[in-house]
Structure formats: structure tokens, C-alpha cells
């Protein structure tokens, strides 16, 4: 209902009187409220107000039959009568929600569904209530538990809701669009534009959607489109409320006058056949609401706001004799709903009041309504004696309380061990008559024991088990595997369950409710997955890298250019590092420092991942620093050159990581040898003192960087070598600190630990009387952070624990070439001025923004997971808001963290690897504007690697310069892929197949055919791609690959790179043609690139109905152009070509997509024709395929 034409004095009821959850006697509770009315010791009246029994029912018309307080002078804003049993909800202006059972109104349940705002309304289903407030959509179970809890933006304001279907769901409100909720996944699946904003009121026939705006108007929409088919403007002031039934439409409201809104007398009421208004119909009251009540006739209840009801045909005239009275407790009534059986009439005042009127003394909501459950009784008093004296007796039995204290049966882990069970060894007379068939044994029974009955005995000296045979008997301790009870659930290690569709039915949603994108962790070498999103969220490397382009065919950095524009183009979605890890691997040196790891040694988490991370670190800065120092490429390929960054002696890596430093060698002579040298990162160096002291971070990164140790070193005054001493001196800071930690043994670890204890009593000691004992806040604190004195919230004691990095350091060069370190707080920022005013005097300050941790996990090896900052600049793009927060990246798995999360490390599984300290106003210095180095020579004619390759064996025609695409032109795509890896599986009990780990594929041939023009048809890429891994799986009758193919010293193939493929493919998708083929998706990932979606036209899912199974080219070539392909092997010329033909049988068909109706009877034809065909194509007579025959035609004619 729009309340906007309603008595002012409503203003009165603001939330705040009403936050608290439990209902309490309000101020402006009318006198009369509490006649006959019981209040309990806290002044909240529960009972119902009971009816005289001198109140006689008239059969066939209303009377009153109950009134019930819900809450006591809280308005009630909405009342619902629940279609599935008999009870009648209502729900106040302090977003309480009660329920009452039956006609007697008897109360069910009571419980808060907002805090703060009222629910507006209430809509039942089978398994629960959906509730919407201003801004939140809830729903939850009769009884008061919440099902899901969908947060809305906070700029909505929503005022009802529709639902179309049992899992469908409309929301509507003073914003100009309508949003599509699917109740399944509790996601918005559309969005739909509203002409005319403020939609209060929704309806919904077997003919149209009726929406209804505060403006005054009545917009009828289509029901599969939402699209305007016809509009009524009722009334000039404002819509009050309609109702549909039938062919008729009627509605009440408000009219514009000089003083304001007045209540129009008049129902508006149309015609639905003719779409035309009939005579309006007066009426003797002053309508706020109105309903049909079809019983007999289809007549209508008008109801005022101050208690007035009158029954009228709408096609007829009102008789003032048909009007009754509804005494209302307080002065207005705030709402009114019919229950389904049209039997019973609810109506809701603004002192809290709830009225039931019936027109029968024993009415039924429903015609059919199921039982309702109600709670069990006690069952205490009932319990049978226990007998003692039976041993046998469970003690479970016995009622116990509930409690939260510690039980005594509760041993702690330190004075409690398990006790595992060892299988006993096998009979000696078994191993020796034992006969091995493969690796299974089959031997004789010797019958020295008993069948199926082995007896287990107890070893407690026993110490041979690790703690993977540590496993407890209770089904909840193998269910939690208690090796992991310390290790945070989003810090384990995160897989891919695989099921027969691969990953398409993977709810990655589940992992990562963010718009930015993870990492696929099932590639070879994906430990370092983490440190390429750290990379990423630098703003200044993640530009730089875009702009970079060179020839080299394995350039990391071109490769993570590549990856990271994937990122940005990511809407959630995960993505996967394949080139860039295989890049990786080609790489002599990577091989040579260890950095390559094995596919068991990764499984199995045999290699140290805290220094194999370390070492990563250090390689892919040096790499990415040689990579960037190569100035001299083609034009074609002159990204990085061109780019702002650049300067003429080093890399941009080189300005961002790279720190000057001076390094002094003193011989014990008096000779001092000074050289300077550069350097990307720093190891910690930690300090040999054991006596627990405190030591600040900033002490030991100054001990680190200006490191002081004795050495032999070649002197020139003494020709030989001596004992010196080396020092460093800092001449230049880098712009972004990188910090290798070294926690590699358990001094390290030790040294941690104990500093973080030192740290945590100095921060009690500072804190004392301060410091909250937990960190739950109370309403009021909430409240406090929001206003300025609150931002400063003094930390609670589990944000103090384990912590000893700093947030942020301030580092100054001084005069005589040395550095001073110190921790750096906010309140010092206030103490000694802004941070960009001293660099002037070198000093700078530096804030943490990214540390990588080494989860110690016994069972799985470990992982490695990343804390980043990210700035303002990621969530602009990715989420439209202007703000920076710390996430938590593990893998796939993105979560959102509170800051002091990123330097709490637990060191007995959590254990510090890389830290990262940037900048203030880092990107302020850089020009981060990213501009796409990719040219359209990339399209050009090139020559093969292939040394046999022939003129004749030309199977494309690369594009002229006039043929270049354009947005929007069509590209018909189809790709081969040869096997690198097999897929491991394992066969559960049960004989169905469980999928560990997938094939590895590789992309072997890639073909795009023009889609207009008049060479239509004519591929203009066929590239085979050259492959220095081992093949394991050619898959020659689905690819149409041989042995010797993708060898460039015997193959008579077009032969290039996946690079020099990649960027004609990058080209095209950056240019924005239209991609057309069969089963793109899996083409596109395998290839690893990212294609809008609004660019790819899959005739898979053109040819699809839901719920049904997908369709093969081959079928569909078959079924629609009367064409068999692939009879042999596949070839991508032809299927590219032939997923061509059928877009535009599509189109033809659809007319563009206008027809979806006379399609979907194309779709049901076709799988009506293929189940009887089994979905097999029939064979032909003569192998006679057009594969090659047309292309090759025209190449020559060409």
C-alpha cells in the first residue's frame, strides 16, 4: 500500500522507538487498549483481547469474531494470511512478525525479522514466510528460523513483492527498475527497467504482470518480456491500492487539490477485454483499501482508514446501508487482507490491534490446509524410572541440561591420547601358500580362526604411528579429521570436486561472493598462485605488464600480461594460469633453482613451500626486471617501449623493486673497497639473542637491509685473502619494499613467537582497562563506530594476539648514508605530519600491503595462501565503490578479512613468507594508463615453423587489408586438442568413478573462418601450434591430429606458436567480433582466454531447451543443413564452417530471435527426432564428405 496520502501523525512512530526485540508499552498507547487486558511484570500484553460471548454470528455475514494484540502500541504494517495452513501473520512497524493460529487466534510464534525497519510485506510458502523490509529480503521458517537472509543495496527501497512461480520471486520499489529473484539459488537472475519509478503495489493474472505506481498510474506488462503493453492513469494524486479479478481492474486513491492529496471517492474500475475505463463507482466512505470477494458475485470490500467497511458490485451502486464498522483500538487502520477462502477478513490498527472478522463461527483460511506443527510438551515429568542395578542400562537416558561449560568427561588434548587399533600381522601359512594374479594374493583359508572375527589388540607402547593413523572411532571425529581442528576452515587447502560435466556444475559461488577473480589450483605448479595475485594488485605492475610486448615466444612477462588482462575482464569467475605456468616451465632457470616441481612431490607436499615460494619470489622479480630491459622489438610489438614507465637505462621492475646500495668491504690493512649494487628484495636476518627482550620489527628489517658481517674477501693491498668486514649502505629506496621472511626452522619460528608474547603484554600493559574482552560489539558500540569518535576503537585481546608486524614503517636516509627504521601508527601520522609532505627531507613511510603465509597442515601438505590490501582503484572498476579492504586469497577461495587477520601468525600453523610494503601515494607517480599493444599485423600473412610445409598444402587465406573485422562481425571458431596428461581417478566401493585430478589438454589447432563478406566461409587462420611438452594422447579420431603433425622438423602443417595464435585471437576479441562455434566454453579455457559473453554465440546453447541434454554438431549438421560431417576424424575447418551455417539456420528459423515460440516447437521436433534415433546419425552410402573440398576450391580459385 502507498503511504503517502496517510494521517501525519503517523510521523510519531519513528524506528528508534521500536529497535529493541521485544515488544514494550508504548507512549502513545490508547487508554482504551488496556480495558480487559492482563499485562505480565514487564507492562507487554500477550493475551489476546477476548470476544463477549454475547457476540452472535450471522451465517453469510461479517462480524467480528477475535481481536489480538501482536505488540502493544507498534503499528501493525502488514497482515497476511498464510496459504498452506491456518494461521494468520502480521507483521509492526519494529520488524517483529507474529503469527496466530486458527480463528481463536491462538499465538504460534513471535520472533524479529529487522532491527530497525518495518516489514512492508509478507508472503507465504510451502516451507517457510518471506519477509521484505526496506532493503532486505528474508525468509525463514515458521518457527522463526532463518532459511536465507538477502541483503538488497542499501540505496534500494523496496515496497512489494510478487511471486510468479513456487521459486521465482519479483521485488518492487521507488527505484526505477523491478529485480528477479530466483528463491532456489537466492540470486538476482534479472533486472528489469520500470518507465515510471515507484512500483507499491504488484498483481498478477494468467494474462498479464499489474504494476502499480505512487505516480497515480497502472502499468500492465507482458509475462514472459515485462515489457508496457497497456498503461492506466487512475488518479492525478496517487495510488491507495487495486485489485484484479476476472475481466475487471479496480483501484482507489488520492486526487491532486490546491490544498494537497484528498481521498477520491471514486473507484477507478476498467474493463481488461476492451482496455477501457467503465463509470467509475462512488462510494460512501473514504477507500484506503479494497478487495474483490468472489463468492457469489464478484463484489468488492471498500475499506477506510477510520474503521468504515462497504460490500458493492463493481458494476452497480454502493447502498449506504452495506457499510459496517470495524472498531479499531487506535485511530487509523494500517492494513487489511482477505484469507484465501474468502471466509475471514483481517485488519490491522496502529496501536498494534489485530481484528479478525468472519462470516461464519468457525471459519476455515483455506479450503485445504495441511496440519500445523506445533512444539512437543515437556516430557521431563513423564520419564520412566531407571533401574540401577542393570548394568545394561544406557546412561543416555538421563536427562541432562544443556550447558556451555566444560564437562568433566572433556579431557584436554595434553592429558589425553588416542589409542589406535593395529590390524594384526597376517598368518605366516597364508603368506607362504599365498598366489599372486597381478598384485592381488589368493590363498587357502587355514581355518585357524574364527570366520569374519578378527580380534584387535591394544598396543599402548606403541609409538610407530604418525598422525595420520591417529584417527578417533567417533563418526564426528573422522567427519572433522582432528588434525585440523587448529587450522581455520577458509585457510585449508581448497579442491576442485570433478563430477562427470567436469567443472560446469562447480559452485565456485560458493568459495567467492567478490567480483574478482581466483585461481584454479589443479595445473602443474600452482603454488604460486598467490604471488600472481599479489602481483596483480599492485596497480603500477599490473599497468606495466599490460603494456609490455615482445617476440620472445616464452616471456613471462608477456604471459602474465596476458593472464592479468584475463583478471580484469573476470566477473567472479576463477581463472586458470596455464600459459603462464607452461611459460614457466620452458624457463633453464626455474629448472635450475628448484622452482619445477613434480606432479607427486606437489601432491604430496614434499617440497618446503615456505622457501620454494621464497625462492619464486626472488626468480619472477629478476625475470620480469631482464624481461623489461629488453627495449629493442619490432614495431608491431613496441608496447612496453612506447609506455610511459619506461626510461632509457632500466626497467620499470627495476624503478618500482630495485633499492641502490652501496657495499663496503674493510680489511683488517685499513684498505676499504666500496661497490655499488642493486637488489629487488631483502631476507630477515634475525638476532641471536635468546633472552626474550623485546625487539621491534623495524629493528631487525634495518639489521636486514643495512647487514653488517665478517667475511673472507680478496684484498688488492694485501694480494690476498683476508678477513673483512661487509657492510651496506642504502643510497636510494625502493618504491615498493619486498621482504623475504626466512621462517624456515624452528629458531625462526621461535624468535616470532616470542616476540609476538612480548608484544601482546606491552599492548595489555598500554591498553590495560581499555582493551574488550571479545570481539562482539553491542547494538551501541555499532553504533558508536559510525560517528567520529567511534572510529578509533580500542582492539579487542584476540586482535592483539600473535601479532608483531606492523602495519605500516617509516624509513629516513640520513645525511652521513644511514637509515633509521621505526614502526609507524596512525596517531603518529598526526604527531609528526603528513607522510607526502616529508619525502621532500627522505623520509618515507611505507604500509603493508600484501603477506604471504605457509599453512602447516600435516594431512595435505600445506598450502600457501595470500593477505592483500586492495586499493580503491580494483574496487572502482570491479564493484563501483571507492574504498579499500584486506581479502584473504586461497586459490578459488576469496573472503573478505578484518585487518589485524593479515599480521596474526599462529605459528604452529600459520607461518609468515613474503611481506610487501608500498608506498603512500604510490600510483600518484605513475601514469597507469594501460594501452593495448596488440596491432592488427598480428593478422598478416607469417611463415610456418614447419620446414616441409608446401604452398599447396595452404588450407586459409590470411585477411586483406580491406577485409579487416570490424564490432560486431561474425568469426566462426573451432579448436583441436591433443592429451599431455591422463586423468587420475579413483573407483570408489560403490563402482562409481571419482575424478582426482583431470587431463591435461593442449590446444593443437586453432581455425577461424570469415562470417560475411564474400569470402564467407573461407578460413583466415589455421594454425597448428608447435608443442615442446610430451604428448601423451593425439586423439586423433576426435581431432584430426597425427603423430609428426605438430613437429616442426617433419610436419607439412601451417606450424606457429600458441603466442603468435594468442594475440590474433586476443586481437579478435579485443576488436569485438562475435564469436561463432560448437562448445566454445571448453575451447576458450583450454586456450585460456577470456571472452565477454555478449561475444560468443554457442550453437550448443542456441540449440538447447533446459533441463534436456545437449546436442552434437554432428547431429545438428545432420538434423538442419542435411549434412554428415566428421565421418572419420573431426576437422576444424569443418566444423567452424558448418557452426556458421547453423546461426543462421538459427536466425532463419527464430526470425532474428522475434519468434522464440515458433522455435521452441523447431527444438521439440528436433529431440523428438533424436530420441528415436538414439542420437545417432545414420551412416551414409558412399563416404562423401564436403570437408576440404569447397575450401580448397576456392583457395585455388583465389
Same mark, same amino acid.
Given at each position: 500500500?502507498?503511504? +503517502?496520502?496517510?494521517?501525519?501523525?503517523?510521523?510519531?512512530?519513528a524506528?528508534?522507538?521500536?529497535?529493541?526485540? !521485544?515488544?514494550?508499552?508504548?507512549?502513545?498507547?490508547?487508554?482504551?487498549?488496556?480495558?480487559?487486558v492482563e499485562?505480565?511484570?514487564?507492562g507487554?500484553?500477550?493475551?489476546a483481547?477476548?470476544?463477549?460471548?454475547?457476540?452472535?454470528?450471522?451465517?453469510?455475514?461479517y462480524s467480528?469474531?477475535?481481536s489480538?494484540?501482536?505488540?502493544?502500541?507498534v503499528?501493525?504494517?502488514?497482515?497476511?494470511?498464510?496459504l498452506?495452513?491456518?494461521m494468520?501473520?502480521?507483521?509492526?512497524?519494529g520488524?517483529h512478525?507474529?503469527?496466530?493460529?486458527g480463528?481463536?487466534?491462538?499465538?504460534y510464534?513471535?520472533?524479529?525479522?529487522?532491527?530497525?525497519?518495518?516489514?512492508?510485506q509478507?508472503?507465504?510458502?510451502?516451507?517457510?514466510?518471506l519477509?521484505?523490509t526496506k532493503?532486505?529480503l528474508?525468509?525463514?521458517?515458521?518457527?522463526g528460523?532463518?532459511?536465507?537472509?538477502?541483503?538488497?543495496d542499501?540505496?534500494?527501497d523496496?515496497q512489494?513483492?510478487?511471486?510468479?512461480?513456487?521459486?521465482m520471486?519479483?521485488?518492487?520499489?521507488?527505484q526505477?527498475?523491478?529485480?528477479?529473484?530466483?528463491?532456489?539459488?537466492?540470486?538476482e537472475?534479472?533486472?528489469?527497467a520500470? +518507465?515510471t519509478?515507484?512500483?507499491?503495489?504488484?498483481?498478477?493474472t494468467? &494474462?498479464?504482470?499489474?504494476?502499480?505506481?505512487?505516480?497515480g498510474?497502472?502499468?500492465?506488462?507482458?509475462?514472459?518480456?515485462f515489457k508496457?503493453?497497456h498503461? %492506466?492513469d487512475a488518479?492525478?494524486?496517487?495510488?491507495?491500492d %487495486?485489485?484484479?479479478?476476472?475481466?475487471?481492474l479496480a483501484?482507489?486513491?488520492?486526487?491532486?487539490?490546491?490544498?494537497?492529496l484528498?481521498c477520491d471517492?471514486?473507484?477507478?474500475v476498467?474493463?481488461?477485454?476492451?482496455?477501457?475505463?467503465?463509470?467509475?463507482?462512488?462510494?460512501?466512505?473514504?477507500?484506503?483499501?479494497?478487495?474483490?470477494?468472489p463468492?457469489y458475485?464478484?463484489?468488492?470490500?471498500?475499506?477506510s482508514?477510520?474503521?468504515?467497511?462497504?460490500f458493492?458490485?463493481?458494476?452497480?451502486l454502493?447502498?449506504?446501508?452495506d457499510?459496517?464498522h470495524?472498531?479499531?483500538v487506535?485511530p487509523?487502520?494500517?492494513?487489511?487482507?482477505?484469507?484465501?477462502?474468502?471466509?475471514?477478513?483481517?485488519?490491522?490498527?496502529?496501536?498494534?490491534?489485530?481484528?479478525?472478522?468472519?462470516?461464519?463461527?468457525?471459519?476455515s483460511?483455506?479450503?485445504?490446509?495441511?496440519?500445523?506443527?506445533?512444539a512437543l510438551?515437556?516430557?521431563?515429568?513423564?520419564?520412566p524410572?531407571?533401574?540401577w542395578?542393570?548394568?545394561?542400562?544406557?546412561?543416555?537416558?538421563?536427562?541432562v541440561?544443556?550447558?556451555?561449560d566444560t564437562?568433566?568427561?572433556?579431557?584436554?588434548?595434553a592429558?589425553?591420547?588416542?589409542?589406535?587399533?593395529?590390524?594384526?600381522?597376517v598368518?605366516a601359512?597364508i603368506?607362504?601358500?599365498? #598366489?599372486?594374479?597381478g598384485?592381488i594374493g589368493?590363498?587357502?583359508?587355514?581355518?585357524?580362526?574364527?570366520?569374519?572375527q578378527?580380534?584387535?589388540?591394544?598396543?599402548e607402547?606403541?609409538?610407530?604411528?604418525?598422525?595420520?593413523s591417529?584417527v578417533?572411532?567417533?563418526?564426528?571425529?573422522?567427519?572433522?579429521?582432528?588434525?585440523?581442528?587448529?587450522?581455520?576452515?577458509? *585457510?585449508?587447502k581448497?579442491?576442485?570436486?570433478?563430477?562427470?560435466?567436469?567443472?560446469?556444475?562447480?559452485?565456485?559461488k560458493? *568459495?567467492?561472493?567478490?567480483?574478482?577473480?581466483?585461481?584454479e589450483?589443479?595445473i602443474?605448479?600452482a603454488?604460486?598462485?598467490?604471488?600472481?595475485q599479489?602481483?596483480?594488485?599492485?596497480?603500477?605492475?599490473?599497468?606495466?605488464?599490460?603494456?609490455?610486448?615482445?617476440?620472445?615466444?616464452?616471456?613471462?612477462?608477456c604471459?602474465l600480461?596476458?593472464?592479468?588482462?584475463?583478471?580484469d575482464?573476470?566477473?567472479?569467475?576463477?581463472c586458470q594460469g596455464s600459459?603462464?605456468?607452461?611459460?614457466?616451465?620452458?624457463?633453464?632457470?626455474?629448472?635450475?633453482?628448484?622452482l619445477?616441481?613434480?606432479d607427486?612431490?606437489?601432491a604430496?607436499g614434499k617440497g618446503?613451500?615456505?622457501?620454494?615460494?621464497q625462492?619464486?619470489?626472488?626468480?619472477?622479480?629478476?625475470?620480469?626486471?631482464?624481461?623489461?630491459?629488453?627495449?629493442?622489438?619490432?614495431?608491431?610489438? &613496441?608496447?612496453?617501449?612506447?609506455?610511459?614507465?619506461?626510461?632509457?637505462?632500466?626497467?620499470?621492475?627495476?624503478?618500482? %623493486?630495485?633499492?641502490?646500495?652501496?657495499?663496503c668491504?674493510?680489511?683488517?690493512?685499513?684498505? +676499504?673497497?666500496?661497490?655499488?649494487?642493486?637488489?629487488?628484495?631483502f631476507?630477515l636476518s634475525?638476532?641471536?639473542?635468546?633472552?626474550g627482550?623485546?625487539?621491534?620489527?623495524?629493528?631487525?628489517?634495518k639489521?636486514?637491509?643495512?647487514?653488517?658481517?665478517?667475511?673472507?674477501?680478496?684484498?688488492?693491498?694485501?694480494?690476498k685473502?683476508?678477513?673483512?668486514?661487509?657492510?651496506?649502505?642504502?643510497?636510494?629506496?625502493?618504491d615498493?619494499?619486498?621482504?623475504?621472511?626466512e621462517?624456515?626452522?624452528? $629458531?625462526?619460528?621461535?624468535?616470532?613467537?616470542?616476540?609476538?608474547?612480548?608484544a601482546?603484554?606491552?599492548?595489555i600493559k598500554?591498553h590495560?582497562?581499555?582493551?574488550s574482552?571479545?570481539?562482539?560489539?553491542?547494538?551501541?558500540?555499532?553504533?558508536?563506530?559510525?560517528?567520529?569518535e567511534?572510529?578509533?576503537?580500542?582492539?579487542?585481546?584476540e586482535e592483539?594476539k600473535?601479532?608483531w608486524?606492523?602495519?605500516?614503517?617509516?624509513?629516513?636516509?640520513?645525511?652521513n648514508?644511514?637509515?633509521?627504521?621505526?614502526?609507524?601508527?596512525?596517531g603518529?601520522?598526526?604527531q609528526w605530519?603528513?607522510a607526502?609532505a616529508?619525502?621532500?627531507h627522505?623520509?618515507?613511510?611505507?604500509?603493508l600491503?600484501?603477506?604471504?603465509?605457509?599453512?602447516?597442515d600435516?594431512?595435505?601438505?600445506?598450502?600457501l595462501?595470500?593477505?592483500?590490501?586492495?586499493?580503491?582503484?580494483y574496487?572502482?572498476r570491479k564493484?563501483?565503490?571507492?574504498?579499500?579492504?584486506?581479502?584473504?586469497f586461497?586459490?578459488?577461495?576469496?573472503?573478505p578479512i578484518d585487518?589485524?587477520e593479515?599480521?596474526?601468525?599462529?605459528?604452529?600453523w #600459520?607461518?609468515?613468507?613474503?611481506?610487501?610494503?608500498t608506498?603512500?601515494?604510490?600510483?600518484?607517480?605513475?601514469?597507469?594508463n594501460i594501452?593495448n599493444p596488440?596491432?592488427a599485423?598480428?593478422?598478416?600473412a607469417?611463415?610456418?615453423l614447419?620446414?616441409?610445409?608446401?604452398?599447396?598444402?595452404?588450407?586459409?587465406?590470411?585477411?586483406?587489408?580491406?577485409?579487416?573485422?570490424?564490432?560486431g562481425?561474425?568469426?566462426?571458431l573451432?579448436?583441436?586438442f591433443?592429451?599431455?596428461?591422463?586423468e587420475?581417478?579413483?573407483?570408489?566401493?560403490?563402482?562409481?568413478?571419482?575424478?582426482?585430478k583431470?587431463?591435461?589438454m593442449?590446444?593443437?589447432?586453432i581455425?577461424c573462418?570469415?562470417g560475411?563478406?564474400?569470402?564467407?566461409?573461407?578460413?583466415?587462420?589455421?594454425?597448428y601450434?608447435?608443442?615442446? +611438452?610430451?604428448?601423451?594422447?593425439?586423439?586423433?579420431?576426435y581431432?584430426?591430429?597425427?603423430?609428426g603433425?605438430l613437429?616442426?622438423k617433419?610436419?607439412?602443417k601451417?606450424?606457429?606458436?600458441?603466442?603468435?595464435? *594468442?594475440l590474433k585471437?586476443?586481437?579478435?576479441?579485443?576488436?569485438?567480433?562475435?564469436?561463432v562455434?560448437?562448445?566454445l566454453?571448453?575451447?576458450?579455457?583450454?586456450i585460456?582466454?577470456?571472452?565477454?559473453?555478449?561475444?560468443v554465440?554457442d550453437?550448443?546453447?542456441?540449440?538447447h531447451?533446459?533441463?534436456?541434454r545437449?546436442?552434437?554438431?554432428?547431429?545438428?549438421?545432420?538434423?538442419?543443413?542435411?549434412?554428415?560431417i566428421q565421418?572419420e576424424?573431426?576437422?576444424?575447418?569443418?566444423?567452424?564452417r558448418?557452426?556458421?551455417?547453423?546461426?543462421?539456420?538459427?536466425?532463419?528459423?527464430?526470425?532474428n530471435?522475434t519468434?522464440?515460440?515458433s522455435f521452441?516447437?523447431?527444438l521439440?521436433?528436433l529431440?523428438?527426432?533424436? &530420441?528415436?534415433m !538414439?542420437? $545417432?546419425?545414420?551412416e551414409p552410402?558412399?563416404?562423401?564428405?564436403?570437408k576440404?573440398?569447397?575450401?580448397?576450391?576456392?583457395?585455388l580459385a583465389?
Open positions: 500500500m502507498n503511504f +503517502e496520502g496517510l494521517d501525519p501523525g503517523l510521523a510519531e512512530y524506528p528508534a522507538m521500536h529497535s529493541a526485540l !521485544d515488544p514494550v508499552l508504548d507512549a502513545h498507547l490508547n487508554p482504551s487498549l488496556l480495558q480487559n499485562l505480565d511484570p514487564e507487554v500484553a500477550l493475551e483481547l477476548p470476544v463477549q460471548e454475547s457476540v452472535h454470528i450471522m451465517e453469510g455475514v467480528e469474531l477475535h489480538v494484540v501482536a505488540e502493544v502500541g503499528p501493525v504494517t502488514v497482515s497476511h494470511f498464510d498452506h495452513e491456518e494468520l501473520w502480521v507483521g509492526s512497524h520488524g512478525a507474529t503469527s496466530f493460529f480463528p481463536t487466534l491462538e499465538r510464534s513471535s520472533f524479529q525479522v529487522n532491527s530497525s525497519d518495518e516489514i512492508r509478507i508472503q507465504s510458502l510451502e516451507n517457510g514466510i519477509f521484505l532493503n532486505n528474508k525468509y525463514m521458517a515458521r518457527g528460523l532463518i532459511i536465507f537472509d538477502y541483503l538488497l542499501e540505496s534500494e523496496m512489494s513483492l510478487l511471486l510468479t512461480d513456487s521459486s520471486l519479483l521485488v518492487g520499489g521507488l526505477n527498475h523491478i529485480l528477479e529473484i530466483d528463491l532456489n539459488t537466492v540470486q537472475t534479472q533486472k528489469y520500470v +518507465e519509478p515507484g512500483v507499491a503495489i504488484m498483481r498478477q494468467n &494474462r498479464f504482470f499489474f504494476c502499480g505506481h505512487t505516480s498510474k497502472i502499468s500492465l506488462r507482458d509475462l514472459r518480456t508496457v503493453e498503461e %492506466f488518479f492525478s494524486g496517487s495510488l491507495s %487495486f485489485d484484479v479479478h476476472g475481466n475487471l483501484s482507489c486513491g488520492f486526487s491532486s487539490r490546491l490544498t494537497g484528498a471517492r471514486f473507484l477507478k476498467y474493463d481488461l477485454r476492451m482496455m477501457r475505463a467503465i463509470t467509475p463507482l462512488q462510494v460512501h466512505v473514504d477507500p484506503a483499501f479494497l478487495r474483490f470477494i463468492t458475485t464478484s463484489r468488492l470490500a471498500i475499506i482508514q477510520s474503521g468504515q467497511c462497504q458493492c458490485e463493481p458494476t452497480g454502493a447502498n449506504p446501508a457499510i459496517f470495524v472498531n479499531p487506535g487509523l487502520l494500517m492494513t487489511f487482507d482477505v484469507s484465501a477462502s474468502k471466509q475471514a477478513l483481517a485488519f490491522g490498527d496502529s496501536e498494534g490491534c489485530v481484528h479478525l472478522w468472519t462470516d461464519s463461527p468457525e471459519p483460511f483455506n479450503p485445504y490446509s495441511r496440519e500445523t506443527e506445533f510438551p515437556c516430557l521431563v515429568d513423564s520419564l524410572p531407571l533401574d542395578s542393570q548394568d545394561l542400562l544406557p546412561l543416555s537416558l538421563i536427562p541440561p544443556l550447558t556451555t564437562l568433566l568427561s572433556d579431557w584436554p588434548a592429558n589425553s591420547a588416542p589409542a589406535p587399533r593395529r590390524a594384526p600381522p598368518d601359512e603368506l607362504r601358500t599365498m #598366489k599372486k594374479v598384485f589368493y590363498a587357502p583359508n587355514p581355518r585357524t580362526r574364527l570366520r569374519n578378527i580380534p584387535y589388540r591394544l598396543k607402547s606403541d609409538s610407530e604411528f604418525d598422525s595420520f591417529k578417533t572411532e567417533s563418526p564426528i571425529g573422522r567427519e572433522e579429521e582432528p588434525h585440523l581442528h587448529m587450522v581455520s576452515k577458509k *585457510y585449508r581448497v579442491t576442485i570436486k570433478y563430477s562427470k560435466l567436469g567443472l560446469e556444475d562447480f559452485d565456485f560458493h *568459495y567467492n561472493k567478490t567480483l574478482f577473480a581466483g585461481l589450483p589443479h602443474p605448479n603454488y604460486c598462485n598467490c604471488m600472481i599479489v602481483l596483480y594488485f599492485l596497480e603500477p605492475v599490473r599497468c606495466l605488464i599490460q603494456n609490455h610486448l615482445c617476440q620472445k615466444e616464452f616471456c613471462l612477462a604471459e600480461g596476458f593472464l592479468f588482462h584475463m583478471l575482464l573476470s566477473r567472479g569467475d576463477p600459459n603462464f605456468l607452461r611459460a614457466f616451465r620452458t624457463i633453464p632457470e626455474a629448472s635450475a633453482l628448484g619445477i616441481l613434480a607427486s612431490d606437489e604430496s618446503n613451500l615456505a622457501r620454494l615460494i625462492r619464486w619470489n626472488r626468480f619472477i622479480l629478476t625475470q620480469l626486471h631482464q624481461d623489461m630491459q629488453e627495449l629493442e622489438v619490432p614495431q608491431a610489438y &613496441r608496447g612496453a617501449a612506447s609506455s610511459s614507465f619506461c626510461s632509457s637505462g632500466d626497467s620499470v621492475i627495476g624503478q618500482l %623493486f630495485s633499492c641502490e646500495m652501496e657495499n668491504s674493510l680489511c683488517r690493512c685499513g684498505s +676499504e673497497t666500496v661497490r655499488a649494487s642493486s637488489t629487488l628484495l631476507t634475525y638476532p641471536e639473542d635468546k633472552t627482550k623485546n625487539c621491534d620489527f623495524a629493528q631487525v628489517l639489521r636486514s637491509i643495512c647487514l653488517e658481517q665478517n667475511t673472507q674477501a680478496w684484498c688488492d693491498n694485501c694480494e685473502y683476508q678477513p673483512t668486514i661487509q657492510t651496506r649502505n642504502i643510497r636510494h629506496l625502493p615498493i619494499l619486498v621482504i623475504n621472511c621462517v624456515n626452522s624452528l $629458531k625462526e619460528a621461535d624468535f616470532w613467537r616470542m616476540q609476538a608474547d612480548v601482546f603484554k606491552m599492548a598500554k590495560s582497562g581499555e582493551i574482552k571479545n570481539t562482539e560489539l553491542a547494538l551501541a558500540d555499532w553504533k558508536e563506530l559510525g560517528s567520529p567511534g572510529m578509533l576503537r580500542c582492539p579487542s585481546i592483539l600473535n601479532v608486524l606492523p602495519f605500516s614503517i617509516r624509513m629516513k636516509l640520513t645525511k648514508k644511514g637509515l633509521d627504521v621505526c614502526n609507524w601508527t596512525d603518529d601520522e598526526m605530519g603528513p607526502r616529508e619525502e621532500e627522505g623520509v618515507y613511510v611505507y604500509d600491503m600484501a603477506t604471504v603465509v605457509h599453512i602447516l600435516s594431512r595435505t601438505g600445506g598450502s595462501v595470500a593477505h592483500i590490501k586492495v586499493g580503491e582503484t574496487h572502482q564493484e563501483g565503490v571507492t574504498h579499500q579492504q584486506w581479502y584473504l586461497n586459490d578459488f577461495l576469496i573472503e585487518k589485524h593479515a599480521v596474526q601468525f599462529d605459528m604452529n #600459520k607461518v609468515p613468507a613474503i611481506l610487501y610494503y608506498k603512500r601515494n604510490l600510483n600518484s607517480k605513475y601514469n597507469l594501452k596488440i596491432e599485423s598480428v593478422l598478416m607469417e611463415a610456418s614447419a620446414r616441409k610445409q608446401r604452398k599447396t598444402h595452404t588450407t586459409f587465406i590470411p585477411l586483406m587489408l580491406n577485409e579487416m573485422p570490424q564490432v562481425d561474425l568469426v566462426g573451432d579448436a583441436e591433443v592429451t599431455l596428461n591422463e587420475e581417478a579413483e573407483l570408489r566401493s560403490d563402482g562409481t568413478k571419482s575424478t582426482i583431470p587431463s591435461q593442449s590446444v593443437a589447432r581455425t573462418v570469415r560475411q563478406g564474400p569470402n564467407e566461409g573461407i578460413p583466415f587462420i589455421d594454425d601450434i608447435s608443442t615442446q +611438452e610430451q604428448v601423451v594422447d593425439y586423439l586423433t579420431q581431432s584430426g591430429i597425427k603423430p603433425d613437429d616442426a617433419i610436419s607439412s601451417h606450424l606457429t606458436t600458441l603466442k603468435s595464435t *594468442y585471437l586476443r586481437f579478435l576479441i579485443d576488436i569485438g567480433v562475435k564469436f562455434g560448437h562448445g566454453q571448453k575451447d576458450f579455457r583450454v585460456n582466454l577470456m571472452v565477454p559473453k555478449d561475444q554465440l550453437t550448443v546453447y542456441l540449440f531447451m533446459p533441463r534436456k545437449m546436442i552434437s554438431l554432428r547431429f545438428l549438421a545432420w538434423y538442419f543443413l542435411d549434412l554428415k565421418g576424424t573431426h576437422d576444424s575447418i569443418e566444423d567452424a558448418t557452426a556458421l551455417q547453423l546461426y543462421q539456420k538459427y536466425l532463419e528459423l527464430s526470425k530471435g519468434e522464440p515460440e521452441h516447437k523447431v521439440k521436433g529431440y523428438e527426432k533424436g &530420441r528415436k !538414439d542420437w $545417432k546419425v545414420p552410402e558412399g563416404q562423401t564428405s564436403p576440404n573440398a569447397a575450401v580448397f576450391s576456392s583457395v583465389l
